[in-house]
């Protein structure tokens, strides 16, 4: 059920911005400052749960589109009921975490179904872990030798087309080997860009926007090179210029 990756998109509608915030007032600033430049943003569980489902509605009501970024890992009636309510907030994304199986994102997509713009994505592998990091949780070929992260990647991209999702989470590196794997039409969003020069921060796995798109991301996540600039008008400005270039 791949759907609505276009790559003739404009690039603003490719650069979701990350609010990450522990207070609404600091996240409405940004959003405020910002303007008519962004169109797409990302809230997660921190502003979430510090500001509610109230702000969610705000930004739809402004016309933006929001990536509720939930990771949702739970049995499957708990992750439905938190898809339908991110639906009913008129959310255009959420994320469901494929490592919990095809039983919890078959779930999501089938909650989804009312929501005809509702996305179902499915993380992968999260941006901050590395080849060590999944030897350590234990994934491997029970003999004790470990898995590339890419590899994972793929493994969980392939239970989430079984299970109907719309697209995938995964970072940068491991986006034109989805592409290769998945096909055109796949949403395959990308944490951890950062422009060149700049600290890609946590991200284990980081690539430029422009390197991400050219790749075949249908979207990049662009967090605090842009929130937390001294200009952050200017920076999401270079963002977008890094993607026309």
């Known amino acids: 059920m791949w759907g609505n990756h276009n790559g003739g998109m404009e690039p603003t509608s490719q650069i979701i911005v990350a609010l990450d915030y522990d207070n609404r007032a600091a996240a409405q600033d ?11 943003y990302k809230v997660g569980l921190e502003l979430l749960t510090a500001a509610g489902p109230e702000f969610i509605k705000h930004l739809v009501a402004r016309g933006k589109e929001v990536f509720l970024d939930l990771k949702l890992f739970e049995i499957p009636n708990s992750v439905a009921g938190a898809v339908r309510a991110a639906g009913a907030l008129g959310v255009s994304m959420v994320t469901v ?4 199986g095809t039983g919890i994102m078959a779930a999501a997509v089938d909650a989804a179904r009312d929501f005809p713009a509702l996305r179902v994505l499915a993380l992968t592998v999260v941006t901050s872990m590395t080849d060590s990091d999944l030897v350590d949780i234990g994934i491997g070929d029970g003999e004790g030798d470990g898995v590339s992260t890419e590899s994972q990647v793929l493994r969980l991209a392939r239970l989430a087309e079984q299970a109907g999702c719309h697209g995938v989470i ?17 949403l395959v969003v990308t944490p ?7 600290s890609p921060g946590e991200h284990a796995r980081p690539g430029t ?3 991400a798109i050219a790749a075949g991301a249908s979207h990049v996540v662009i967090g605090r090179a842009v ?14 210029g890094d993607l026309q270039l």
């Open 97 to 100: 975490h494929s490592m919990g």
């Open 227 to 240: 929130t937390r600039a001294m200009d952050p008008v200017s920076a999401f400005l270079r963002v977008y």
């Open 192 to 198: 951890g860009v950062a422009l060149p020069g700049d």
């Open 170 to 186: 995964a970072s940068p590196q491991e986006v034109q080997a989805l592409r290769g794997r998945l096909g055109g039409d796949a």
């Open 209 to 211: 926007p422009r390197a």
């Open 30 to 40: 940004i959003v405020d400052e910002l303007g008519d430049r962004c169109h797409f």
